[in-house]
């Protein structure tokens, strides 16, 4: 059975990541999502509340849930890779920028453990320049990222930063 693991912040996922992880299961029987734990990284959503979007989010694209293990992960990816003993790593390339930092952390973790590969998947064109950094700062100003986001995660950053500016304004429905 073929196994990839599919490392990240996921903070949080998006339709991006989701695209991919869709991709992800054309390619192998089971993957294993795998959110980095680095308080360095100053994450807005805590661990648990990553992987609970994540797991929300296989439900709504209706992935097979048998075949996505959602896991948390600290220290060395390839080190969790052979706990795992999963040989694949899984990332996803946007656009030109990502190429160079993927390439520099393939060629690590190859450094690291000879014996992980490192595949990756092209991002779906519609969600190309779609970061979790990017919008968490469009979300938190006010703006809209609806239909970049999984419907859970839009719920959570609707809970995290309050009403949109433009949801505020509109008219109620009682007048
Ligand atoms: P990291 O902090 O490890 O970069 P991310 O959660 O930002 O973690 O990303 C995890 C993986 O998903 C990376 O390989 C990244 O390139 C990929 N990714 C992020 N956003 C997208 C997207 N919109 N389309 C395709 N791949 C993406």
Redesign the pocket.
């Known amino acids: 059975m073929s196994r990839a693991i ?6 949080p ?5 989701a ?2 992880l869709k991709s992800g299961l054309v390619a192998f029987d089971e993957i294993v999502v795998a959110v ?1 734990d680095n308080e360095r ?1 100053r994450p807005l959503f805590s661990v648990n509340e990553r992987i609970e979007m994540i797991r929300e989010t296989v439900k709504e694209i209706g992935a097979d849930p048998k075949r996505i293990e959602v896991d948390s992960f600290g220290g060395l990816l390839v080190d969790y890779c052979r706990r795992k003993q999963v040989r694949v790593v ?5 656009a030109v920028a ?1 190429f160079e ?2 390439l520099q ?1 393939a060629n690590m973790n190859r450094h690291l453990n000879e014996e992980i590969e490192t595949v ?5 064109d519609a ?7 990017l919008v968490k700062e469009a979300r938190r100003l006010g703006g809209d990222v609806s239909g970049l986001v999984p419907e859970a995660v839009a719920r959570r950053l609707d809970e995290r930063f309050g009403p949109r500016v433009s949801d505020e304004s509109a008219p109620s429905s009682d007048g």
């Open positions: 599919y490392p990240g912040s996921f903070d996922i998006t339709n991006g990541h695209s991919i980095l990284k899984l990332r996803g390339l946007r990502d930092y993927e952390m990756f998947i092209m991002a779906n969600y190309f320049y779609v970061a979790s950094n």
